[in-house]
């Protein structure tokens, strides 16, 4: 028997519509818009979790509340860096 070797396809051989970029894109914003719903959710645990415990009463409530606010802080600066970013790309883009 003969062994012929198969031929690789490939919907971007002969991207004339330009399928890979928009499938690029697409990706990238999908998971843009995944991590930006995880980080909303997460704030959202937070803020419920400063509800719930309001004024602490106990040493252990107090310390629940300290890790929140800086796990808080750390989220929050995390998503201002990530707007900075955007920010600068844009500016970039638009200035090209």
């Known amino acids: 028997m003969i062994m012929m070797k198969r031929r690789k ?23 843009i818009k995944k991590r930006n719903h995880w980080m909303g959710k997460l704030l959202e645990s937070m803020l419920n979790i400063t509800v719930s415990i309001s004024i602490p009463t106990t040493e252990e409530e107090a310390v629940k509340l300290e890790k929140v606010y800086e796990s808080y802080q750390n989220l929050a600066s995390e998503i201002e860096d990530d707007m900075k970013r955007m920010h600068e790309k844009i500016y970039d883009w638009r200035n090209d």
Do not use: A, Q, V, Y
């Open 9 to 31: 396809r490939s919907i971007f051989r002969n991207d004339f519509f330009g399928i890979k970029d928009k499938l690029f894109m697409w990706r990238i914003t999908n998971s």
